[in-house]
């Protein structure tokens, strides 16, 4: 997949304080971690799905690595492990996933770092955060012009060396972005780089994102209401 084919073409919660937004999911997902009840995950899922339903293409495509992970939690069920506990957790990770699709994705890596500095995060880990971001994109990048490389000298699809050919193209773009990085890492640290990024953008809390917060510890309250019942 091209990393920029996934990228949110509509925010829906655009203009409100990044701050807000991560605690807004916070909350959601805190609670939905603990919910047990199937009919609430489901219909949180269904909910979230609706919103985005103009990127459903690209929401779809997000869902796929994080079914993929799920799909070790399946692997017990085959040696006779409880059903119930494996379905419970895929929900519970779904609705983790998509509400941080919903609430963190669509903002920028800036804004993302910017709200978690002021937010108190340790800046050591901002700063890994930033680099691992800016390093998924090398190793993309590097994979994709490999792999275009490889189709521009004809080789046949479904021949034994493309599939050889493609672990060599894995292996050397690996390298090659771990070598990049070095040399981007040494670069920092001759500029003075201290393990912090500097805060780049300003922020407003207004009525509106009190408002969405307020929404969002109510809701909570609802769903846990609702599940004792």
């Known amino acids: 997949m091209h990393l920029e084919h996934l990228e949110y073409k509509k925010d829906f919660l655009k203009g409100f304080d990044g701050r807000c937004r991560i605690i807004a999911a916070f ?16 219909s949180v899922i269904v ?18 690595p994080v079914n993929i992970f799920i799909i070790t939690l399946w692997l017990p069920v085959l040696l006779g492990s409880d059903v119930h506990a494996a379905l419970l957790y895929t929900l519970r990770i779904n609705c983790a996933a998509l509400l941080y699709m ?3 994705i669509p903002m920028s890596i800036s804004n993302i770092a910017g709200s978690l500095s002021t937010l108190r995060v340790p ?12 390093y998924i994109f090398l190793l993309n990048e590097k994979f994709q012009i490999t792999l275009k490389s490889m189709r521009l000298r004809n080789q046949r699809k479904n021949s034994t060396s493309v599939w050889h050919s493609l672990g060599a193209v894995f ?25 912090s990024f500097p805060l780049t953008i300003i922020f407003k ?15 909570c309250a609802f769903i846990v209401i609702v599940e004792k019942l």
């Open 171 to 195: 292996t050397t773009s690996i390298v090659s972005t771990i070598s990049r990085g070095e040399k981007i890492w040494t670069a920092m640290q001759c500029r003075g780089f201290n393990g």
């Open 27 to 42: 909350f959601f997902i805190a609670v939905l971690a603990n919910v047990k009840s199937f009919i609430i995950l489901c």
């Open 102 to 104: 919903l609430f963190v």
């Open 205 to 219: 809390w207004s009525l509106r994102d009190t408002v969405l917060i307020a929404f969002s510890v109510a809701c």
């Open 47 to 64: 909910l979230i799905i609706a919103i985005l339903i103009r990127d459903f293409y690209i929401t779809l495509l997000r869902l796929v």
């Open 123 to 134: 800046d050591k880990l901002i700063a890994l955060l930033i680099l691992t971001y800016r």
